[in-house]
């Protein structure tokens, strides 16, 4: 089936030392999403990928970052986590604007980061 | 700036019965897509179901079906004859028609279907 898929799903990572989030597609979708979904929050946009064209948020803080290599893959990167980046950090896709359905985001299953 | 409310953290059904989820939103915006998206415990948020803000019919999907008020900036999930697997977290979210997918969400409604 296609899907969208986070690893890992739990991530423990120390207060300062950067971490990594994956994810990966096998929609061929041209855009994906990183969230961030803090407890009992809203889902809130970090940034996206439209092909290989990068958005950030405005709000989105320096301390995030994202690669995109190909089609398929996403990395979300925080360079320095604090205790404050704890949170489900969620992937999703889409198709692109004026291709049916484009409106619809696909996600995964979330990667649960947690700072000590 | 675009926000969306959902005042109701938690609520509960009878399996068989019916639910509303209400949901209210703020927009200067005249064009735009309203979804609800469902979040089963320990999966992958997937949707359930979306109207777009011209057309006046409300959206139904199944079960699921959607009563929008343009006018009153309301958009409410109807759950019909409830069924276990509908226990999950649902959030509306809101999208502007001209983004290139900046969803925004509301905070959720844990919906828990009783046996």
């Known amino acids: 089936d296609a899907m969208v898929i986070q690893n890992p799903r739990y991530q423990v990572t120390q207060f300062g030392k950067p971490v990594t989030l994956s994810c990966s597609q096998t929609l061929n979708h041209n855009v994906m999403y990183w969230y961030q979904q803090k407890s009992s929050q809203a889902p809130k946009l970090l940034f996206h990928y439209y092909d290989k064209d990068f958005n950030n948020e405005a709000d989105t803080p320096d301390n995030f970052q994202s690669r995109r290599p190909n089609t398929s893959f996403c990395f979300l990167d925080i360079r320095s986590p604090g205790l404050g980046d704890a949170a489900m950090y969620l992937c999703?896709?889409?198709?692109?604007?004026?291709?049916?359905?484009?409106?619809?985001?696909?996600f995964g299953p979330g990667t649960r980061l947690l700072v000590l | 700036a675009q926000t969306v409310t959902q005042s109701q953290p938690e609520m509960s059904v009878q399996e068989a019965e019916t639910v509303t989820l209400s949901c209210t939103y703020d927009?200067?915006?005249?064009?735009?897509?309203l979804f609800w998206y469902k979040q089963p415990p320990s999966r992958q948020m997937i949707l359930v179901i979306r109207?777009?803000?011209?057309?006046?019919q409300n959206a139904t999907e199944n079960r699921f079906s959607v009563n929008f008020q343009k006018a009153a900036k309301s958009f409410s999930l109807k759950i019909s004859d409830s069924q276990l697997g509908d226990t999950a977290m649902y959030f509306c979210a809101f999208m502007e028609r001209g983004s290139q997918g900046n969803l925004i969400f509301g905070k959720g409604t844990k919906l828990s279907v009783k046996p």
């Open positions: 109207q777009e803000a011209y057309k006046q």
């Open positions: 927009t200067s915006e005249n064009n735009y897509y």
């Open positions: 999703a896709t889409s198709r692109d604007r004026g291709r049916g359905d484009w409106e619809t985001q696909y």
